[in-house]
């Protein structure tokens, strides 16, 4: 997705933006009632009947416009709800704002328009941890200290920093400090959208999710991953899952799950994760619709560090 950087004297600020070179899309999106309606949708995911309330208009009349907005692909469908019997359809818009370009030799003659699409398809199924252009996560590492249920310290905390540099370069920049110790968690934590790094043993809010993971660690007879999909077991130290939920304390907010049955395990899937993102967005093997991938890791070079995966599942 394009940005914007809006410039003041003492900050910045990014804006999500679609790059227009064409006055179709323009006009649809500067009908006035549409421009209120684009405006409530950056907010938060709204239905038909609630932006009516909102700008005291008829039902009918907002589902025209979003049916509208929806084509020129200015909103998306993010979720349905039944309610009484009828479907009640949420949308919502990542935009900020809309550029215009008078001419569209700058969008044509980018040669890094192919990696732009590449970005953008992640940004996307990234949502909403990375959304309107930033971060909009919390990196847990477990605690290097001994701690929790397992008296254990987290050996994989240092992984953490490949995974934000590759985060970092699909956005522009972020001066939020966004990483917190498993110890340091409180309840609204656990309500925002979530990266985790390293299993239950080593990491506490890992523990709290692990009843709702696809392939869910199985702590009974030592440390093993048990897949929900295919009903196969892991056992082997340099595997790991990466795994996207639905957060179960915020059903508005995901949970990305990068964690191994050891600390190798967990650095092979964050090598999986940064390296075989594109693989990760097709899904389980078993069922596409369930982002839940196993990885074994390998050492290409010989050097004794994990370097890329194989995907098991």
């Known amino acids: ?40 949708l950056a907010n938060k995911p709204l239905c038909a009947k609630d932006l009516a309330s909102i700008l005291n208009i008829t039902v009918q009349t907002t589902s025209y416009h979003l049916k509208k907005l929806n084509e020129a692909g200015l909103i998306k469908l993010v979720k ?77 905390a240092g992984y953490a920093i490949d995974l934000a540099l590759f985060l970092g370069s699909l956005l522009p920049f972020t001066e939020n400090l966004v990483t917190k110790l498993d110890t340091e968690v409180n309840d609204k934590d656990l309500k925002e959208n979530l990266i985790l790094i390293g299993g239950p043993i080593v990491n506490m809010v890992t523990l709290k999710v692990n009843k709702f993971l696809p392939i869910f660690f199985d702590l009974s007879e030592g440390n093993a991953m048990i897949s929900k999909v295919s009903g196969k077991i892991f056992r082997g130290e340099e595997e790991g899952s990466i795994q996207i939920i639905q957060n179960p304390f915020n059903l ?58 194989e995907f098991l599942e």
């Not at 006055?23 to 684009?38: C, D, G």
């Not at 215009?100 to 990234?126: C, G």
Request: proline share 3%; glycine share 6%; charged share 20%.
């Open 80 to 156: 349905t709800i039944e309610k009484r019997g009828a479907i009640a359809k949420y949308y919502m818009t990542e935009l900020n704002a809309l550029t215009i370009l008078f001419t569209s030799s700058l969008a044509k003659d980018n040669s890094s328009t192919s990696n732009i699409e590449i970005l953008n398809k992640y940004v996307s199924f990234l949502h909403p941890i990375l959304s309107n252009g930033k971060f909009n996560a919390k990196i847990i590492v477990g605690s290097p200290d001994i701690h929790g249920e397992y008296k254990t310290r987290a050996r994989c």
């Open 252 to 309: 508005d907010s995901k949970i990305l799950v990068l964690a191994g049955n050891t600390h190798i395990g967990t650095k092979a899937s964050i090598v999986g994760f940064i390296k075989h993102l594109s693989r990760v967005a097709q899904g389980n093997i078993w069922n596409k619709n369930i982002i839940a991938n196993v990885v074994s890791g390998i050492d290409l070079n010989s050097d004794g560090i994990i370097d890329d995966v």
């Open 1 to 40: 997705m394009p940005y914007l950087i809006l410039k003041t004297q003492n900050k910045r600020y990014i804006v999500s933006t679609r790059v227009l070179t064409e006055p179709e899309v323009a006009l649809k999106a500067l009908q006035p009632l549409r421009w209120k309606i684009l405006n409530e």
